[in-house]
């Protein structure tokens, strides 16, 4: 289990005041704090994980495919479940689950700020 690896509700930049749709897999990585290999490889093990692809095969994330893979990232490397433990965890609670992993997001991003902010006293 990392306990290093940041679990944020950051999305990049929206573009001009407007609010982005789809994220780029690079955007969606970076988000996250994993590689976009991770990206892939989750696409592969849960079903529920599908990208919309350009002719080129390029991947775009909604903000509902990043809420889903916040969860998997939740599940498996705060939580500790085997990727099977994870797949059982979403098909029972997938609700329950996942405002879970938005709570300890915002937690850590809570953590994050009081951290910086002791270090400028």
């Not at 990727?83 to 689950?97: D, P, V």
């Amino acid at each position: 289990m990392e306990e290093n690896t940041p679990i944020t509700n950051e999305l990049p930049e929206s573009i001009a005041g407007q609010e982005k749709i789809w994220y780029g897999i690079g955007e969606t990585a970076e988000a996250l704090g994993v590689p976009a290999s991770t990206l892939r490889f989750w696409e592969k093990e849960f079903s529920m994980v599908r990208p919309r692809k350009n002719g080129k095969g390029d991947r775009f994330y909604s903000k509902n495919d990043i809420a889903i893979l916040r969860t998997i990232q939740y599940l498996t490397k705060v939580k500790g479940y085997t990727l099977q433990g994870a797949k059982t965890a979403l098909k029972n609670n997938f609700m329950k689950e996942a405002e879970t992993a938005a709570i300890v997001s915002t937690l850590t991003q809570i953590k994050e700020k009081l951290l910086e902010i002791k270090k400028l006293l």
